[in-house]
């Protein structure tokens, strides 16, 4: 049987709840949860939705913004040049992976279809079993994202506390990193799941580019 909007909500909270490490409280969390559902549910442009996506991607970075002076941001060791995490599965929203055929199309990208096959034949589990080439993102150029300003959600919600050594994903496949995730990220993450379908990279855009 099909969940409502409400069970899907009181679902999140309850995960987001296990899962958060401070100490707030459940009803805090659903109230964030319903407040950021509601807000992405407004902007949703089903005729549109490679400008939802831009929407949504703006409202996250207003989001972050409010963390800058937070000491744990500032323990993120993330540089500029350094893309070990360019070489994992991404998992994007529809209206993302509609977004991002667009800026193909309008900057004349090469969207590199023979290693997106290659990708689309693996999952979060072995796709370090790609060689470094084959699992580079299609996006990245010198070491740096190509699409910065319209890298999807999941790019952006990526981070670590770690010694950046760990991030090599060939010596380091399956390490746990510690991330900066504050309880609102978490949620924007969550919720806008519930909004529209979800799939690998490499699947979304090879189904466009038929």
Not at 18 to 46: A, F, G
Not at 116 to 126: G, N, W
Request: aromatic share 10%; proline share 3%; net charge positive.
């Amino acid at each position: 049987m099909d969940l409502t909007d409400e069970e899907y909500i009181d679902l999140i909270s309850i995960d987001i709840f296990r899962e958060y490490q401070e100490s707030t409280k459940l009803p805090l969390i659903k109230e964030c949860v319903q407040h950021y559902y509601d807000e992405l549910s407004k902007c949703y442009k089903k005729d549109d939705k490679a400008t939802y996506a831009y929407s949504t991607l703006k409202l996250f970075d207003q989001t972050l913004v409010k963390w800058e002076n937070n000491p744990d941001y500032k323990k993120i060791t993330c540089k500029k040049g350094c893309s070990n995490c360019c070489h994992v599965a991404v998992i994007i929203r529809d209206s993302e992976a509609d977004l991002l055929i667009e800026l193909i199309k309008k900057e004349k990208i090469d969207p590199k279809t023979h290693r997106l096959k290659k990708q689309s034949k693996k999952t979060d589990e072995d796709f370090h079993d790609l060689s470094y080439k084959e699992s580079k993102c299609i996006f990245l150029k010198n070491h740096e994202c190509s699409i910065y300003e319209y890298r999807p959600l999941n790019c952006r919600c990526h981070n670590t506390l770690d010694e950046s050594k760990y991030c090599d994903v060939k010596k380091y496949p399956r390490r746990k990193h510690q991330k900066f995730l504050p309880l609102e990220i978490m949620v924007i993450q969550r919720v806008v799941q519930l909004i529209e379908d979800v799939g690998y990279m490499s699947n979304q855009l090879l189904k466009r580019l038929k």
